[in-house]
């Protein structure tokens, strides 16, 4: 008899604990809400099409801002820079032409030439004057006279043309074809730089301080502009996002410090809220227990670490809790 009561006595003690420990565990969750850590994501892209030549990180790898993640390779950029250093050199060679005017032996040649038309137009000139005085005397016909002076007027308009020319080759080109000859220089320098960002856009750089989640190619593989090749979390960006229902939307404040936990590894953090905001989608709700009556909305809050650098090592998505405060 007092062995049969023994075995009835127990199962009723174990049910009890267990309800015990159950209603115990129940009022622990009511003082706390949980929620993730999270972490902005970064992706990083390529600007140019090229083949991934090498690799230089690894999943899980930190990378401090301005590391090199892929090296691309581009065979059409040194096909540009050849061009575009055959354009400047031209460039600048019509530049100093212009800007230099005609050479020493071109000066000798027009001033020569010059000479000539000089002796030609002051032959012209004596002549008519001959004729003139012979007409005057009727010992010659009009005609002959004609034709001396229209010789004499084609010597001096050739004589004033050269002088021209030769005035102008001393003193340079004109200003409107240096200028023209500088605007050639200047694009043509604007192409070799423009090749020269092509060129350092073969190293895909990290433009912050991340950790490699995921890359999407590999070497020999080929990557298009805008496709993103390596994608990775922001370790200064840690934040905790929470679900509350609307019963507990008086219980946090915008700009408040409240206590958060990181079971893990036991971690007691202080953060500040700095934003609620209506939860849009059911399935963005943070925790998998989520303790909100039906027709109640549903909100997000996001709290940022007060110890930033604390945070920065915690594993992304692990749970964490918020304490709630009984008001």
């Not at 303790?291 to 915690?314: C, H, R, S």
Request: net charge positive; aromatic share 8%; glycine share 6%.
């Amino acid at each position: 008899m007092i062995i049969r009561m023994k075995n009835k006595i127990i199962p009723i003690i174990a049910i009890f604990v267990l309800l015990c420990s159950c209603a115990s565990k129940e009022n622990n969750k009511n003082n706390f809400i949980e929620g993730k850590v999270e972490q902005d994501q970064l992706s990083v892209v390529s600007k140019l099409a090229g083949r991934i030549l090498d690799v230089k990180v690894a999943e899980g790898d930190e990378i401090n801002a301005g590391d090199t993640l892929i090296i691309l390779d581009i065979p059409e950029v040194a096909a540009k820079k050849e061009q575009a250093l055959g354009a400047l050199e031209s460039a600048e060679g019509q530049y100093n032409m212009a800007k230099k005017g005609a050479t020493e032996r071109q000066i000798i040649q027009l001033k020569a030439k010059v000479a000539g038309l000089k002796e030609q137009m002051d032959f012209a000139e004596k002549s008519t004057n001959r004729l003139k005085n012979l007409l005057a005397d009727s010992l010659i016909p009009q005609q002959k006279y004609d034709e001396v002076y229209a010789k004499y007027q084609g010597a001096r308009n050739q004589y004033i043309a050269a002088a021209a020319e030769l005035e102008e080759a001393s003193h340079g080109t004109r200003s409107e074809q240096q200028q023209m000859a500088k605007g050639q220089k200047a694009r043509a320098i604007g192409a070799l730089n423009e090749v020269g960002i092509a060129e350092g856009e073969r190293f895909i750089k990290a433009p912050q301080k991340l950790t490699v989640q995921s890359i999407s190619l590999k070497q020999g593989e080929m990557a298009l502009p805008g496709y993103t090749l390596v994608s990775g979390f922001l370790p200064s960006t840690t934040y905790f996002r929470f679900t509350i229902p609307e019963k507990h939307l008086s219980t946090f404040k915008k700009g408040e410090t409240v206590d958060v936990f990181i079971p893990y590894n036991n971690q007691p953090m202080q953060g500040t809220i700095v934003w609620i905001k209506p939860l849009s989608a059911y399935a963005n709700i943070t925790s998998a227990y989520p303790d909100f009556e039906q027709g109640q909305a549903l909100y997000e809050i996001k709290v940022v670490p007060k110890n930033i650098a604390a945070a920065e090592y915690l594993v992304i998505k692990s749970t964490v809790q918020l304490q709630i405060h009984k008001q």
